[in-house]
């Protein structure tokens, strides 16, 4: 096999790893489409994008010969030039996540072999008469050019994005100020790193509180608020005449998205209750008692409903005997275990939480790119609430002196079936809504936990309307309109 084709597989690589970055850290987990500060990033991305998709349309079946190969060698050292551009700036704007910074690692050294490659190419291409010679590649070429039409597609799409969220930038949305009560409380917040935990801590930074946080990463953390908190590895490393306010249990590993195997399972529980029992023994033992603890749970607590069932469930319904609801109820049991040392305990329980991260993407993503509307019946029901929602319901009930154990609900008013969630989201986006994904497959890729999306849950935040809680997005279309 010649140098050549040996390139030409490594770029067909190198648009695969491409392809995984783009749709799984910048549109997934990362969001960057929708994240204020990544507006100079996406323009990079869509140049270097351009400059990848005229490379493998072009690669895939011509010989840059002549003055051509030095057209190819000028491009490759602009690319080059932009991905150190691309690195510095991502380093001064976000904390990139380990797999991402393994997959731009192996992107880099994989980048680097193809062109190598391809400039020993261009030293026998520059002898020859100037012209883009046809030299067709076989399969490796059509799958070449499918590859540059997609980078090309993703290319429009960061241009869009940047110029999207210049506008918004110069609009200049007034942030929500929340209302945590005096300023300059103290609070201890765990997952403070998290897609709730960093909105929260933001907020309360902004409102002149003061915020320690427990981190797996103390040095990522301190650098992701500025150096504006105080964080410690582990609960056991704060120290116990430390004196907190306020203290908020956020840590747990994400719910959706990983199939339940047994050691995801395992991961859930070990995230949750374990970190939540070691807090809890903290409290117990610290010297100054902090006023409330406020302790995550999710929905889940109240298992799944049949499709046909219309109860409105509220706080006072009980848990069923399923994985999710074991595990929301053991959590808050470990939760709720600070009551013996005289500490009362708020448990929220959260809907599905809409905001520039978390699940929204992810449910975003097909409805922008494919069309889809319903899954499985498209009747189940699906409990949301804004996240800027969730930091007024945490700020409402942090002002509170509430009983022993109080538990909430954190969902919008009103609970929408899936379908019409789909359907609001793509009037949004401007998509039709065309494909239906059969209940069958979900069941395949996710197993038991697809019972949560195909059946779901109807749950009312009863006692937040009854304490008189405004919101500020009770509308869905309202809610993705901020967020789209």
């Keep these: 096999m010649d ?7 490594l770029m067909a690589i190198q648009g695969c790893l491409g ?3 783009t749709v799984y850290h910048h549109e997934l987990t990362e969001a960057l489409p929708r994240r204020g500060t990544a507006r100079l990033e996406l323009r ?20 840059w010969d002549g003055a051509w190969s030095v057209v190819l060698v000028a491009a490759f050292t602009i690319e080059i030039g932009l991905t150190l551009w691309d690195f510095v700036i991502e380093d001064r704007t976000r904390l990139l996540p380990a797999t991402e910074r393994v997959t731009h690692t192996v992107l880099a050294i994989n980048g680097g072999a193809f062109i190598a490659l391809l400039v020993m190419n261009c030293a026998v291409w520059i002898t020859r008469p100037t012209g883009l010679h046809w030299s067709p590649q076989g399969y490796i070429g059509l799958f070449l050019a499918l590859c540059g039409i997609g980078v090309g597609l993703s290319s429009l799409r960061d241009l869009l994005a940047s110029f999207s969220l210049h506008r918004k930038h110069l609009q200049g949305k007034t942030p929500i100020a929340f209302d945590f009560g005096p300023k300059g409380q103290q609070f201890l917040v ?9 909105k929260l801590v933001q907020s309360l930074l902004s409102q002149g509180h003061r915020v320690d946080i427990v981190t797996r990463s103390p040095r990522h953390a301190a650098w992701h608020f500025d150096g504006r908190v105080r964080c410690y590895a582990g609960i056991e490393d704060v120290p116990p005449e430390a004196s907190f306010d306020v203290v908020i249990n956020l840590a747990g590993a994400r719910i959706l998205g990983v199939r339940w195997t047994t050691r995801r399972r395992n991961v ?12 809890v023994a903290w409290l117990e033992h610290c010297v100054t008692k902090p006023r409330v603890l406020i302790s ?21 319904m009980p848990a069923q005997p399923i994985f999710m609801s074991d595990l929301c109820r053991t959590w808050e049991e470990a939760a709720c275990q600070v009551t013996r040392a ?13 905001g520039q991260g978390g699940a929204l993407p992810m449910m975003l993503l097909p409805v922008r790119l494919g069309g889809i509307g319903r899954v499985g019946s498209g009747q189940q029901w699906i409990s949301w609430i804004h996240i800027d929602d969730v930091i007024g319901a945490i700020a409402h009930v942090s002002r509170r002196h509430g009983a022993a154990r109080t538990v ?21 986006l401007h998509r039709p809504t065309l494909i239906s994904i059969p209940g069958w497959l979900m069941r395949l890729l996710l197993g038991h936990q697809a019972d949560l999306l195909l059946e779901g849950q109807r749950v009312s935040p009863g006692r937040l309307t009854r304490e008189g809680f405004s919101f500020y997005y009770p509308d869905l279309l309202q809610a993705l309109v901020n967020l789209a």
């Design 3 to 9: 140098s050549h084709r040996i390139a030409l597989i």
């Design 19 to 21: 392809a995984f970055d």
């Design 44 to 63: 990079i991305h869509a140049i270097r994008a351009a400059i990848y998709s005229l490379l493998f349309i072009g690669l895939s079946s011509w010989d």
């Design 190 to 198: 765990t997952g403070a790193t998290g897609f709730i935990g960093t």
């Design 268 to 279: 859930l529980v070990q995230s949750r209750i374990d970190t939540t029992r070691r807090l």
């Design 296 to 316: 995550a749970s999710a929905i889940g607590y109240y298992g799944i409903q049949t499709l046909g069932d219309e109860t409105s469930l509220d706080e006072e």
């Design 342 to 354: 005289g500490i009362p305990a708020v448990v929220i329980r959260l809907g599905l939480v809409l």
């Design 408 to 428: 909430y609900n954190l969902t919008a008013p009103q609970a929408v079936r899936q379908l019409d969630f789909n359907r609001t989201a793509a009037e949004v």
